[in-house]
């Protein structure tokens, strides 16, 4: 009996150690359980910050995106603007040549007249667009055949230069053709050098057929660029 009864305090002892290891466990669980659910909602609470955040960058984006479109077309309809007023200067500048050279004595004895030369900056570095008109101011006009030459003069690192119209447009254009009876215009791009500073054209015009002769004309470049 008295053996019985060390054997069930021992057991009660036993059973009380596993309750409360059990109770500890479950007490500790719990507190972890309820330390992940307060990291979760902090987790949860950052997300949506998060979204909110990304949701007003992309409304930020979108507003800058479409200022830069405005800015984009602002700038494209100021470019179409210009080249238009300097296009409607030119076509002005060579309507008063073209009318000043026919009122004008001819300048040489077949009545051949170069009454402008104007070039045009496109908006690049040294680009230029240029025309050229010729007139014939003569009675009993024949077609006046040849071909034009144009020579750029200016002043390259500090020397007096002179640029043949090859030079300046990449070998596209030499001898200007000329065929007409009454008047020509021709028109070409040339790419100026970059430490080129142009002072003067010239241009001369060389005639075929018997009874006309060659002859120059010079325009200043302040006179000619727009």
């Known amino acids: 009996m008295r053996y019985r ?13 596993v309750w409360a290891v059990f109770e500890y466990g479950f007490s500790r669980a719990g507190y972890d359980n309820n330390s992940l659910h307060g990291e979760l909602d902090l987790l949860r609470e950052r997300i949506v910050l998060e979204k909110d955040r990304a949701r007003e960058l992309r409304a ?22 210009q080249k238009r007023i300097q296009n409607e200067m ?3 500048k060579e309507e008063v040549a073209f009318y000043r050279g026919i009122v004008s004595p001819a300048e040489t004895a077949s009545g051949l007249n170069i009454p402008s030369f104007t070039v045009v900056g496109l908006g690049k570095a040294g680009v230029y667009r240029f025309k050229l008109v010729l007139t014939q101011v003569k009675s009993n006009v024949r077609v006046v055949k040849g071909y034009a030459r144009v020579v750029f003069e200016g002043v390259k690192d500090g020397t ?20 007409f009876k009454y008047f020509q215009n021709i028109e070409g791009e040339i790419v100026l050098p970059e430490s080129f500073l142009p002072s003067r054209i010239l241009v001369e015009v060389v005639p075929s057929g018997k009874n006309v002769t060659r002859f120059k004309k010079t325009f200043d470049w302040s006179n000619i660029s727009a």
């Not at 009864?5 to 150690?17: E, M, P, R, S, T």
């Not at 800058?64 to 800015?71: M, S």
Request: glycine share 6%; net charge positive.
């Open 5 to 17: 009864a060390k054997l069930g305090l021992l057991l009660l002892v036993l059973l009380a150690i």
């Open 60 to 81: 930020s984006i979108a507003v800058l995106e479409r200022a830069a479109q405005v800015d984009r077309q602002a700038y494209g309809a100021v470019e179409v603007a």
């Open 90 to 92: 030119l076509e002005l």
């Open 160 to 179: 007096q230069v002179q640029l043949s119209l090859k030079e300046v447009s990449g070998g596209a254009l030499d001898k200007l053709k000329l065929r």
